[in-house]
């Protein structure tokens, strides 16, 4: 069975610092890997996927991803934090030719940048 | 929110009644979905649409239906309504079932009391 974890509830980082918020996966087949971010009282928003290609994957906000096959993992990044970079963060798995297509979801990591 | 819009956004109910929460897209994705957030569990599938009058269970689909008439419109409902099932109800929409990015709609606080 597809599944994703991510082994952090909370991250904390000073403003300026860099970041990462880990995501690992467990898929049979080839991973369709996404990142959202969601916002309080907001949707989740998409901020980069991995398909197919190059292992470092570029998104909204300055944000990039490095999917690393031999470590099955798909850990978020950012060179500089923000503060308005605080936020619930999910790592997702699409399960190609099951129940539509759908997004297999960690658990979600609180990311908290502080000034 | 790529054209999803949810309504209501908020409601409080009482245990036993039906609710029924509706999702709108104006993008004409043929893939549409219902997840439920729940703290410590992520989001989980309850029911999905890969077209008009075609619809199939998630994983977490039990007290739950759901219809869609038209291309743009997803209902979901609450037979009879329980504590357990107050969450924050996603809908998302997907234009293939593949590779293709989930959009999320802004989301149904709903309360069951």
């Known amino acids: 069975a597809q599944s994703v974890a991510q082994p952090e509830d909370q991250v904390n980082v000073a403003e300026g610092n860099p970041l990462t918020v880990k995501c690992t996966y467990s898929?049979?087949?080839?991973?369709?890997l996404f990142w959202y971010v969601q916002y309080p009282n907001r949707g989740l928003q998409f901020l980069l996927k991995?398909?197919?290609?190059?292992?470092l994957v570029k998104g909204s906000y300055g944000f990039e991803a490095e999917f690393n096959k031999s470590q099955t993992s798909f850990h978020l990044k950012k060179p500089s934090a923000l503060v308005s970079d605080s936020a619930l963060y999910f790592c997702?798995?699409?399960?190609?030719?099951?129940?539509?297509?759908?997004?297999?979801f960690g658990q979600g990591t609180e990311l908290s940048v502080k000034p | 929110d790529a054209g999803i819009t949810q309504s209501p956004r908020h409601k409080v109910t009482e245990t036993g009644t039906p609710v029924t929460l509706r999702c709108h897209q104006t993008?004409?994705?043929?893939?549409m979905y219902w997840y439920r957030q729940d703290p410590g569990h992520g989001l989980r599938l309850i029911h999905y649409?890969?077209?008009?009058?075609?619809?199939d269970k998630g994983e977490v689909s039990d007290g739950y239906s759901v219809s869609r008439s038209k291309t743009e419109d997803f209902l979901l409902t609450l037979e009879s309504a329980t504590s357990s099932q107050t969450s924050v109800y996603f809908c998302?929409?997907?234009?293939?079932?593949?590779?293709?990015?989930?959009?999320f709609g802004p989301g149904t606080r709903l309360t069951v009391l």
């Open positions: 998302a929409i997907s234009a293939v079932a593949s590779t293709d990015t989930q959009y």
């Open positions: 898929v049979s087949g080839n991973p369709y």
């Open positions: 991995y398909i197919t290609g190059d292992n």
């Open positions: 997702a798995v699409r399960d190609i030719g099951n129940q539509g297509g759908k997004l297999i």
């Open positions: 993008e004409n994705h043929r893939y």
């Open positions: 649409s890969y077209g008009v009058k075609d619809t």
